[in-house]
């Protein structure tokens, strides 16, 4: 079993569509969660950050973390054709003072007009 | 501020020759980690360096390849006789490090590995 579950997709959805994605993970010992958008071919962008279980909110986005069920959540509201990208989670131990991150495989997101 | 960099963008290798992809860190970053992606997987955490030392190696394969961040100038990964099982993108991310931040990392564009 991987330590990080996420479905590859790809998922397409209208424009306007609220967007789910979800990952699962097994280690307990994971202490971040992340969430990363990566466009084609260019790195991997930071969306959201959270420690604690429960529900954080960024303009149209929002992370949610269940840690006693190991399962966190992004949800995208008013999806636009330029969320259209590979949404990767991405679950932290610590190392050295700072973070290393397992990342699941990525969902492929097409938002078509 | 610019952002992380890479080069060189594409790298072409045959096998056996040896490749340096070279990662320069955000001004004010101290600290840089190294991932690789391989196609139709998920990015897979290699090293974490900061200056001069070694913090974490648990993701870099025990043979052909290292990794370091001299006092001065870009943190190098190097990969001894290449073999085609190691054409990936690479990417380098920095931090800053600083004390009671959430410590996010920058990622650059990556490094296009082609062993033929």
């Known amino acids: 079993q991987k330590e990080v579950e996420q479905d590859p997709g790809p998922l397409s959805v209208p424009e306007g569509a609220i967007v789910s994605l979800n990952c699962t993970y097994s280690?307990?010992?994971?202490?971040?969660f992340m969430w990363y958008r990566q466009y084609s071919r260019k790195g991997p962008e930071l969306l959201m950050y959270?420690?604690?279980?429960g529900n954080k909110e960024d303009g149209r986005f929002t992370a949610q973390v269940d840690k006693s069920s190991k399962y966190i959540s992004l949800f995208i509201r008013d999806s636009q054709p330029s969320d259209s990208a590979t949404y990767l989670c991405?679950?932290?131990?610590?190392?050295?003072?700072?973070?290393?991150?397992?990342f699941g495989r990525g969902t492929s997101l097409i938002v078509h007009p | 501020n610019a952002g992380v960099m890479q080069n060189p963008r594409h790298l072409v290798r045959r096998r056996g020759q040896e490749a340096r992809l070279r990662c320069s860190p955000m001004?004010?970053?101290?600290?840089v980690y190294w991932y690789r992606q391989l196609p139709e997987e998920g990015l897979k955490f290699m090293v974490y360096?900061?200056?001069?030392?070694?913090?974490?190696e648990s993701g870099m394969p025990k043979e052909r390849f290292s990794a370091e961040f001299p006092k001065e100038g870009p943190s190098i990964l190097r990969i001894q006789q290449v073999v085609r099982g190691d054409s990936a993108a690479y990417f380098c991310?920095?931090?800053?490090?600083?004390?009671?931040?959430?410590?996010?990392?920058?990622f650059g564009p990556g490094t296009r590995l082609t062993v033929l």
């Open positions: 991310a920095s931090s800053p490090r600083l004390a009671g931040s959430t410590d996010t990392q920058y």
């Open positions: 280690n307990s010992a994971f202490q971040y």
């Open positions: 959270t420690y604690s279980s």
């Open positions: 991405a679950m932290g131990r610590a190392s050295g003072g700072s973070y290393i991150p397992t």
């Open positions: 001004k004010g970053h101290s600290h």
């Open positions: 360096l900061q200056k001069e030392n070694i913090i974490d």
